[in-house]
């Protein structure tokens, strides 16, 4: 096992409110392996992401649980030792390549310095290793020393997936890696990371809306809302045989290349306030299968089938067969 996060709780402080991003998640990733994060706008995935590299903002903070990445929990290591894990043990693609690189600075140098900082490298060492990655994601190394603003969106994003394997990382996080790129570009980035991970035996977290792009590059699915994990398992028995609601609706509201043609399922109501979460399910306001027991008691993470864990008082009950 690479990384194991357990009852990993996320708060931020606006004013007099605190904010629960992220409530008591846990999950497991073992070497090569990939997990696909899904859910709406606003579920905590992308503030995971962060929680994992430590790099909340200055009024969020981990109000609970542990980050494991061989062992060494990052909520409490010193800031030396989480500068010495990030880039080289776990290592991130930010969301909107547009912004992520810095338009004055060559996307040679960015990526080069980072290596310098993190390695005892030489400067014609960093660039030879550039070089070579430019290559792997797709990019002529004669660009290597082009400003942001003369590459297209999708040459962007492969500087920024080059920038994230500098330091040859063990686990690579990947932010909604597709974000504003035509559906060509998309499926590219999305093959490009699938062939990185086998090439560079790499484990992965892809965080997206896009189910079918997790679908392709995944083996684990984690479906995410109201910064809790409502079902996770492997991709087939997730997507396929769900037993949570919000799963089922989730995977409804996506087209599907293998079946007829059918109407997409609408999510009725609106996300919960994260400043004054439901006393139970956190679904409970939006769920057409709801009870009594679900606007007061909280549900547990529950084992299903194969291994599969679900948050839901009925979901040994509910098989959507999809």
């Known amino acids: 096992m690479i990384i194991e996060v357990k009852d990993l709780t996320v708060q931020f402080q606006v004013g007099k409110d605190t904010f629960t991003a992220v409530n008591n998640i846990n999950f497991k990733l073992d070497e090569q392996d990939s997990l696909g994060l899904v859910g709406e706008s606003g579920c905590g995935k992308s503030t995971t992401a962060y929680a994992l590299m430590n790099l909340l903002e200055k009024n969020g903070r981990i109000s609970n649980g542990e980050i494991l990445i061989n062992g060494v929990d990052l909520v409490t290591a010193s800031d030396e030792e989480v500068r010495k894990i990030r880039w080289k043990e776990i290592s991130m693609i930010f969301q909107n ?102 090439e560079l035996n790499l484990s992965m977290i892809l965080i997206s809306h896009d189910i079918s792009a997790v679908a392709e590059a995944c083996e684990k699915i984690a479906v995410m809302y109201g910064g809790e994990i409502m079902e996770i398992g492997t991709t087939k028995d997730v997507l396929i045989r769900n037993n949570h609601p919000y799963t089922n609706a989730l995977v409804g509201s996506f087209p599907s290349l293998h ?42 993470m529950r084992p299903v089938r194969n291994n599969k864990l679900c948050k839901c008082h009925f979901a040994e009950e509910l098989d959507f067969n999809q």
């Open 97 to 198: 390549a547009m912004t992520a690189l810095n338009p004055v600075q060559k996307i040679g140098n960015q990526i080069v310095n980072a290596l310098i900082e993190h390695e005892n490298i030489s400067r014609s060492e960093a660039i030879e290793r550039a070089s070579y990655l430019f290559e792997k994601v797709g990019i002529s190394p004669s660009r290597l020393m082009q400003y942001p603003h003369e590459f297209s969106g999708g040459m962007k994003q492969r500087a920024v997936i080059a920038l994230a394997l500098i330091c040859y990382p063990k686990i690579l996080l990947a932010d909604e890696p597709t974000t504003a790129l035509d559906v060509v570009a998309q499926r590219q980035v999305i093959e490009l990371l699938t062939s990185l991970k086998k």
């Open 259 to 300: 079946k007829p043609i059918s109407k997409l399922t609408q999510i009725p109501g609106n996300p919960p306030n994260l400043a004054d979460m439901p006393k139970g399910c956190v679904f409970s306001s939006r769920c057409i299968y709801t009870e009594e027991i679900c606007f007061s008691e909280k549900p547990n």
